[in-house]
């Protein structure tokens, strides 16, 4: 009885049980609760501990910056901006470590409602000075 290589490995991999050496089984997942309190200590933390290294390095540069913008502006009506990005990824870290990634949008909604928000406000936008014949005149 002749047997090739490949039939001897599909053989092999037939018969092998899951759960073997090296296999995803064996591996443990990261903690729900763990990525939750890091991520509660610093933002972004329990992405990282999660495996999404770069997904836990631009939450904590998009918390960082968000947050230093809106402490250099001081008004206390924008600190809902960085607040809700450190709940977003204490739900992110707890959400990834059970294996369920959650959308990026609400910290970027988060994120462009500061910046628009204080940037209108520092430049002074005011829409009731604004007329249609000096816009239709630019």
């Known amino acids: 009885m002749n047997v090739t290589p490949p039939q001897l490995f599909k053989r092999r991999m037939k018969n092998q049980k899951p759960g073997g050496p090296g296999s995803a089984e ?4 990261p903690s729900p609760i763990l990525a939750g309190v890091l991520s509660t200590v610093i933002p972004g933390l329990g992405q990282i501990y999660a495996g999404q290294v ?7 540069l998009t918390f960082a910056v ?3 913008m809106t402490a250099y502006y001081g008004d206390p009506i924008w600190y809902f901006a960085p607040a809700g990005i450190w709940l977003w990824a204490i739900w992110d870290a707890v959400s990834l470590a059970g294996g369920r990634p959650r959308s990026m949008l609400l910290p970027v909604l ?3 409602a500061a910046a628009y928000g204080i940037g209108w406000q520092m430049i002074g936008i005011d829409f009731s000075k604004a007329s249609l014949e000096r816009g239709l005149s630019i």
Do not use: N
Request: charged share 20%; no cysteine.
């Open 26 to 29: 064996e591996k443990s997942s």
């Open 66 to 68: 968000i947050a230093g």
């Open 110 to 112: 988060f994120s462009l």
């Open 54 to 60: 770069y997904r836990g390095v631009a939450t904590l």
